[in-house]
Every structure is written in structure tokens, then in C-alpha cells.
């Protein structure tokens, strides 16, 4: 099957800084979409990219779909303490339903105040 | 409901006993999905329903497994003789209907085998 490599696995930056994250696949793939996780709770949907060369922003959230079909990345700009969490990128193949997603294993964000 | 809701938050079982976890997906959602997370590990998928059928039972990992679906609506995944490995995070989503990839998360059950 398809393999996702999402980087970096943690991010330790202080308050008010940019946040840059990254996935890539083995494979191409049609949809993309970027989840956070708090502690303790389920994934919640940031933003969702369903084009190559997609940039799509959700308030200082910006996640783009590459060119290649093949990779992703999720911007944070001026960062805060309610960014803490875990992010995790998803893509599918091919259409269907959030079966056939791939997750990454997940970056942790801490942010220093 | 407002939002997926599953039940309970936190199980903590002995080593060989069955275990029921439910699901709650939004009202009006046709499509549920159940996934396992592992620490430190991303979402694992074990089985989702379209209405009241589940087309594919391939991810569930062992026969131990099981999930059903009632009414379109609430979902139980029964793990039985429950082994440690079984310990895990799992989550429950649903979506408006299956084509539709964006699913919503409930809080999910932590689940620990003593």
C-alpha cells in the first residue's frame, strides 16, 4: 500500500513564531487534508485540498496541495498556545470515502511560552 | 447529535474479557467509520458502514473483531478475549455519506487491557 512520511515527528518553537510541516507519498494522491488532535480528543478537520497547486487558508492556518500530487504541507503562521497538539496529514488515492485515507504518524507541536 | 459521541471516554478491561464500545455519528450521516490509534502511531483503519452495511471488513485485525450498525445510526465494535495489544485509542468518525471525505472525529475511547 501507500506510505506516508510526515515531518517534522515534534516541533519544540517559542510563542509568536512561523510553523512549517510537510507530508509526502509514495504515491499520487487526489485529496489532502490536514487534522489536529488535542489531548484527550478526536482529529478535527482544519483544511481540505482536493487540487494539485491548491493553497487554501483556514485563518493563520495555510496548507497547499503540491504540484506533484505527491506531497503537502500545512503552514502556522504566529504561533499560539492553543496550536499545541498533534497534526496529522491524510490523503486518498483515489475517490471514495475517508476509508481509503493514509495518515501520517502525526507531528507534534509544543510551543514555549 | 451535535457531534460524534462515544461511549465510554476510558475502559480499562482484564486480559481475556469482551469489551463493547458505541458510537454516536451526526444525525443525517450515512457513512461511520471506526479507526485505531495506536501511541505514537497515526489512524489505523478497521471498518466503516454505509448505512447499515459494512462492504469491507479486511482492516479488522483479528476475528476477535467485530462491529455492527442499527438503525443507520449507532455503531458497537465488540472486541472479544481481549489481549493487551488491544490497548489503543479508538476512534469513531462518520460523514454525510461515504464519497464524501470529510469525516468528523468523535473524542474517542481509551482502551487499556490490564
Known amino acids: 500500500g501507500q506510505q506516508l512520511n510526515q515531518s517534522p515527528q515534534s516541533m519544540f518553537i517559542q510563542e509568536g513564531e512561523d510553523v512549517s510541516m510537510n507530508c509526502t507519498s509514495s504515491?499520487?494522491?487526489?485529496?489532502w487534508l490536514w487534522y489536529k488532535q488535542d489531548p484527550g480528543e478526536g482529529p478535527v478537520l482544519l483544511i481540505a485540498?482536493?487540487?494539485?497547486?491548491e493553497l487554501t487558508s483556514n485563518g493563520r492556518l495555510t496548507a497547499q496541495f503540491g504540484i506533484t500530487r505527491k506531497d503537502s504541507f500545512l503552514n502556522i503562521s504566529a504561533s499560539i498556545p492553543s496550536d499545541v497538539g498533534i497534526y496529522f496529514c491524510?490523503?486518498?488515492?483515489?475517490?471514495?470515502?475517508?476509508?481509503?485515507?493514509?495518515f501520517g504518524k502525526g507531528t507534534h507541536l509544543i510551543i514555549q511560552p | 447529535g451535535a457531534g460524534v459521541s462515544q461511549s465510554p471516554s476510558n475502559k480499562v478491561t482484564e486480559k481475556g474479557k469482551d469489551v463493547e464500545l458505541r458510537c454516536d455519528p451526526i444525525?443525517?450521516?450515512?457513512?461511520l467509520y471506526w479507526y485505531r490509534q495506536s501511541l505514537g502511531q497515526g489512524l489505523e483503519f478497521l471498518i466503516y458502514?454505509?448505512?447499515?452495511?459494512?462492504?469491507?471488513k479486511s482492516g479488522l485485525p483479528s476475528d476477535r473483531f467485530s462491529a455492527e450498525r442499527t438503525g443507520g445510526s449507532v455503531s458497537t465494535l465488540t472486541i472479544q478475549r481481549t489481549q493487551q495489544e488491544d490497548s489503543a485509542v479508538y476512534l469513531c468518525?462518520?460523514?454525510?455519506?461515504?464519497?464524501?471525505?470529510?469525516?468528523?472525529f468523535g473524542q474517542g475511547t481509551r482502551l487499556t487491557v490490564v
Open positions: 468518525a462518520s460523514s454525510r455519506e461515504w464519497a464524501d471525505t470529510e469525516a468528523f
Open positions: 504515491s499520487i494522491f487526489n485529496t
Open positions: 485540498l482536493y487540487k494539485a497547486g
Open positions: 491524510a490523503g486518498q488515492e483515489t475517490g471514495g470515502g475517508a476509508d481509503g485515507l493514509t
Open positions: 444525525s443525517g450521516h450515512t457513512a
Open positions: 458502514f454505509q448505512g447499515n452495511s459494512a462492504p469491507d
